[in-house]
C-alpha cells in the first residue's frame, strides 16, 4: 500500500491531495496540465520536499515532514518511469537496463538486463544507443529499467504521451499487462481520461492541486461531481471484438464484452475499444428501436441519475457501464430512476474504435 | 544606383580586412621561419627547456583545475543559492583581470610579504620565482575558462536524467560520476582546450610572480621574449610551436564543443 499526502505551493495555487494505492492495483492520477498530478508523483519519488507532506510504503515512512523525516529518493526504491522517458544517452540499452542493478557482476548484470529486454521483446536493441530507438522501443526500455531493480512501487508520469497514436494503443496494451503482472502499488498520471480509464483500476480526477473526484472510470462518468469531471470524462469507453468486413466500405459490427452488440463507420479488427461521448447517446423508452438514423441501440439499465449543471447525466448498465447526457425535460418524460430500463441509440459515425 | 546596393559589399570588405589583419602574423611566423633553422633552433637545450617546462607546469595546472573545478561547475550548474550570480561573477573575474594585475595579486595575497604569504611559508612551500609559482599563476588565469565551460555543459544536462538516477538507487556522488560527467564530457573538454590553450599562453602574471628563469619558470612565452633581441630564430620557432599547439587546442574545443550542441539539441 503506497499513500502520498502533500501540501505544497504550485504555481498559482496550492497542491492539497492524499492518494492511496494499495498494492497490486493502479491509481490513475488524471487532469489537465498544471493541475499538480506530476508534482504528487515526484513527492511520493522524493524528488520534490511539499511544504508539508507524507508518504508511507507499507511500513515504511519515506516522508513525513512533521517528524522531519525524509529518505533519499536512491532508498525508496520508486520505479520511475518519466514522460520523455529520460533513457541515458550516452550509454547502450542493457546499461540503462542494467543501471539500478548494484553489487552485482557486469557479466550477470548484462544477463538480467537482456531477460528483461527479452520479456519486452526488445533483446536485439541491447547495444544500441537510446537515440536511435523509435518512441514504442524506448518506453519498453523506460518501463524495462524502472522494473530491473524490483522496485517497490511503480510511478508513471505520463508513460504514452510521447507516442504517436499507432504505437499508442500496442503500448497502452502491453502496459496494462506489466501492471497487471508487477504486484506492486502503481501510481500512473495522464490527461487523458481514456488512458486513465484503460490503464487505471480506479481514476482520480485532480483539478488546480485539489482531488476532485476518485472513483472507478464508469463511476466518475456515470456521475461526476461536477462539471469539472463530467467535461474531462469526455468519451465512455466499451470494448468488445470486432467482426470481420465482409466488403470493404461495410460499417464494423462489434460484439461488446458482457452482450450487445454495436457499429461503427470506422475500420476495426479483433479486440477493440469502441469510444462514444456521453452527449451523442439518445434515450428512448425500453424495447424501442426507432425509425431514426441512429444505427446503435442497446437496451440498458439506469443505474444512476446525477445533475451537472442544466445536464443529467445517467449511468447505464448495458451491461457495460455507459453514460448518456441529456437535458433535465428528457429526464421527467421518460421517468427515469435508478432500476428503470432503456434503449440507448447513437450514430455509428459518432463511434470511435480504437484496436486493442 | 539601386539603394542597399553598397551594404553587402561593405560586409565583405570589413570581414577580408578582419580575416587579413588577423592571420598575417600568424602566416608571417611560418614564412620567416624555415623549416631548417625551426629545427636547429628546436636544438637549443633552452628552446627544449622552456617547451618542457611549459608542457609539465599546463598540465599540473590543467589537472588542478578539472580536479577542483569540475564539482564546482556542479554545483554552480545544478543548484540554486543566495549571491549565485555573484559567485559566478567572481569565479569569471579573471577573464577579464589584465594579466599583470593578476600577477601583483597573487604576489600581494600568496608573496613573501602576502595576506596569506606567511602561512605558506611556514607549510614549507616555495611559490614566488619557483616552479610552483608558475602553476598557481597559470591555474589562476585558465581556471574560469574551464568552469565556464563545465558549468554551460552541466546546466544542458536533461534533468530527468539525474532525477532518473536517482530514482534507480544511485546517490548524489554516483548520478555525478556515472551520469553527469559523462553526459556533460564533450562541453567539459571543450572548456578544456581553451583553459589549457589560455595557460599554454600565458605570460604577465607568470612573469611578475614567477619570474623567468631557465628551466625553473621560464615557460615557452617567457623564453620568446628573452630570445627577442639576441636570437629572432628560436623566437620565431618556439613561436611556431605554440602556433601550432594553440590551434590545435582551439580546433579540439570547437569540434568537441560542436558535438556537446549536436547532443543537447537532441
Request: some cysteine; charged content about 20%.
Amino acid at each position: 500500500m503506497l499513500r502520498v499526502e502533500a501540501r505544497t505551493a504550485l504555481g498559482a495555487f496550492e497542491l492539497d491531495a492524499a492518494v492511496e494505492v494499495p498494492a497490486g492495483s493502479c491509481l490513475a492520477l488524471a487532469g489537465p496540465s498544471g493541475a499538480g498530478k506530476s508534482t504528487l508523483l515526484r513527492v511520493a519519488a522524493g524528488l520534490l520536499a511539499p511544504r508539508h507532506g507524507r508518504v508511507t510504503c507499507g511500513d515504511d515512512v519515506w516522508l513525513d515532514t512533521a517528524a522531519g523525516r525524509q529518505v533519499a529518493p536512491e532508498l525508496r526504491a520508486c520505479g520511475y518511469v518519466f514522460q520523455d522517458y529520460a533513457l541515458f544517452g550516452h550509454m547502450a540499452v542493457w546499461q540503462n537496463v542494467a543501471y539500478g542493478l548494484r553489487g552485482v557482476a557486469r557479466a550477470e548484470r548484462r544477463r538480467r538486463a537482456g531477460e528483461l529486454l527479452e520479456r519486452f521483446g526488445i533483446e536485439r536493441l541491447a547495444d544500441e544507443r537510446p537515440r536511435t530507438l523509435s518512441g514504442g522501443e524506448r518506453q519498453r526500455v523506460a518501463l524495462a529499467r524502472a522494473l530491473a531493480a524490483q522496485p517497490r512501487v511503480l510511478l508513471l508520469d505520463e508513460p504514452l504521451s510521447a507516442l504517436d497514436a499507432r504505437t499508442r494503443a500496442s503500448a497502452s496494451r502491453e502496459l496494462a499487462g506489466v501492471l497487471r503482472d508487477t504486484g506492486v502499488p502503481a501510481l500512473l498520471v495522464t490527461h487523458d481520461f481514456t488512458e486513465a480509464a484503460v490503464l487505471g483500476d480506479r481514476v482520480a480526477v485532480i483539478d488546480a492541486g485539489r482531488i476532485v473526484q476518485e472513483g472507478t472510470a464508469g463511476e466518475l462518468a456515470a456521475a461526476p461531481h461536477s462539471a469539472f469531471v463530467a467535461d474531462f470524462t469526455g468519451a465512455v469507453v466499451l470494448t468488445g471484438v470486432a467482426r470481420p468486413q465482409r466488403r470493404p466500405g461495410d460499417v464494423t459490427i462489434v460484439d461488446l464484452d458482457g452482450g450487445g452488440a454495436a457499429t461503427s463507420t470506422d475500420r476495426g479488427s479483433g479486440p477493440v475499444a469502441l469510444s462514444v461521448h456521453p452527449w451523442e447517446i439518445a434515450l428512448e423508452p425500453a424495447g424501442a428501436r426507432g425509425e431514426g438514423s441512429a444505427q446503435n441501440h442497446l437496451d440498458a439499465e439506469v443505474v444512476t441519475v446525477t445533475h451537472v449543471g442544466n445536464r443529467v447525466r445517467v449511468g447505464l448498465a448495458a451491461p457495460q457501464p455507459l453514460v448518456a447526457e441529456i437535458t433535465g425535460a428528457a429526464v421527467g418524460g421518460l421517468h427515469l430512476a435508478p432500476g428503470v430500463r432503456v434503449t440507448a441509440t447513437w450514430k455509428a459515425t459518432a463511434t470511435r474504435l480504437v484496436s486493442l | 544606383m539601386t539603394r542597399g546596393r553598397w551594404f553587402a559589399p561593405a560586409l565583405v570588405v570589413a570581414l577580408a580586412g578582419a580575416l587579413t589583419f588577423l592571420t598575417l602574423p600568424v602566416v608571417a611566423i611560418f614564412v620567416r621561419s624555415s623549416p631548417g633553422n625551426l629545427l636547429g633552433a628546436l636544438d637549443d637545450p633552452g628552446v627544449l627547456d622552456a617547451l618542457w617546462l611549459s608542457l609539465r607546469t599546463t598540465l599540473v595546472a590543467v589537472a588542478i583545475i578539472v580536479v577542483v573545478g569540475t564539482p564546482a561547475a556542479y554545483l554552480l550548474a545544478t543548484r540554486t543559492f543566495r549571491g549565485h550570480a555573484v559567485v559566478v561573477t567572481l569565479v569569471e573575474l579573471p577573464l577579464v583581470l589584465p594579466p599583470a594585475v593578476a600577477g601583483v595579486g597573487l604576489l600581494a595575497a600568496l608573496g613573501p610579504g602576502g595576506i596569506v604569504g606567511g602561512a605558506i611559508e611556514d607549510a614549507g612551500v616555495r611559490l614566488v620565482f619557483e616552479t610552483a609559482g608558475v602553476v598557481v599563476a597559470l591555474t589562476f588565469v585558465a581556471a574560469p575558462f574551464f568552469i565556464r565551460g563545465a558549468q554551460a555543459a552541466f546546466g544542458a544536462v536533461d534533468r530527468s536524467w539525474l532525477e532518473a538516477s536517482r530514482t534507480l538507487g544511485a546517490g548524489e556522488a554516483r548520478t555525478f560520476l556515472r551520469v553527469a560527467i559523462p553526459a556533460a564530457a564533450p562541453g567539459m573538454l571543450a572548456g578544456l582546450a581553451l583553459a589549457w590553450g589560455r595557460a599554454v599562453g600565458e605570460f604577465g602574471a607568470t612573469l611578475i610572480f614567477a619570474g623567468s628563469f631557465r628551466g625553473r619558470t621560464q615557460t615557452a612565452p617567457l623564453a620568446i621574449y628573452e630570445r627577442l633581441g639576441t636570437d629572432f630564430d628560436a623566437a620565431l620557432a618556439l613561436s611556431a610551436v605554440l602556433v601550432a599547439v594553440s590551434g590545435a587546442l582551439l580546433l579540439t574545443a570547437k569540434l568537441l564543443g560542436g558535438r556537446g550542441i549536436a547532443r543537447a539539441a537532441r
